[in-house]
Each structure stands twice: as structure tokens, then as C-alpha cells.
């Protein structure tokens, strides 16, 4: 009786990975994705210059090959050091681009991808308010920004309908008065629907 209990437990194991293994990047498949992260380095200290983080919301689907679009949204913040102040630089950007999967592992639990992406959206530097405490003014003017990012992502699954993101991003904006390149190091998770 044991013995065709684990046989049974085992070919039960089996079919369900197996089916697992398969329902994972299919075309049409969608998933909603947030993401967080940190800019320009590996800077966690809140009160030093050039601190900066990044959040996202995105949607993606997927196509033939694992490969997939994206659809989303991210808000960008670097500081500033001013004498004792910190003044915001803030990026509000939409983003569409594809995916391109070059890696993955068999049991469809590990993808790498490389990305490319248009982005635009508009960006403040303090808030719009330009007279500072000491009655020095910012040069800087708020404008809208354009331009691109170069992804790299891995992709882990924990089930069938989450995975662990992990990215770096090479962001290029033209229109900004205070920096054009942006390094971004982040993590997320992507559910699927």
C-alpha cells in the first residue's frame, strides 16, 4: 500500500512540473510587473549627494520565443547637495519597448533578457520652486524629457504566476538640464494573469 502511494506521489509530482514547466512565456500570455531600485550606484544613504531611487509599474505580454512587450510607467528621483539642502531632481516617464529572451534554463525557471525601450515624460527640478533659503536661484528649468533605455533582466520563477525580477538599465534622456545617462540597479516581481 505504501509503496503505491509514493509511486503515485511521484508520477503526480512528475505531470504537475512537468505541466508547470510548460505554461511559462506562452505568446499572449500577460503579467503585470513592479519594480524598485536604486540610480547612479550602490548609494543608500539618504542624506548624501547624488542618493537617488527609481520605482515602475509595467504590463507586459509575451510573444512567440519567450520574448515579450512592455508597457509601463516609472518615477525617477536623484538628489542634489546644496550647502545643507537637498534639492530633488524628479523624472516622471512612460515607457513602451520589447524584450528579446536570449536565456533560459530547461525547467523554464530562469530567463534572461535583453531589452529596448522608448521613453518620455517630464521632469522638475525642486518642485518648480526656484528661489532657495539663502535667496540663490535655480538656472534649471522643468521640461519634458525623451529618449531610450538598454535593459538587461533576469527572470526567476518561485510559481507559475510570480517570478523575482532583477535588472540593470542604461536610461539616455534628452531635454534634461541636469543629466543625460542614468544607471539603474533594481528588483521587482512580475504576476501573471
Known sequence: MQRTA?????IISLTVSSQAWGQRHLPSQKGIQLTAGLVDGLNLNTQS?????????????YTKGG???LLGGEYLQKQHTYGLM???????????????????????????SVGLSALAGFETI?????????????QNKDAFIYGGTLTFESEFFTTDYLSLLFNVRERMLTGSTVGKFH???GMGIRLYY
Open 126 to 138: 525642486n518642485w518648480d520652486k526656484k528661489l532657495l533659503a539663502d535667496g540663490a536661484l535655480i
Open 6 to 10: 509514493l509511486i503515485m506521489a511521484v
Open 183 to 185: 544607471t539603474q540597479i
Open 49 to 61: 549627494d547624488g542618493f537617488g531611487f527609481h520605482s515602475g509599474l509595467a504590463l507586459t505580454s
Open 67 to 69: 520574448n515579450h512587450w
Open 86 to 112: 537637498h534639492i530633488p531632481q524628479a523624472q516622471f516617464t512612460g515607457e513602451a519597448g520589447y524584450f528579446l529572451n536570449v536565456l533560459s534554463d530547461n525547467s523554464k525557471t530562469l530567463f534572461c
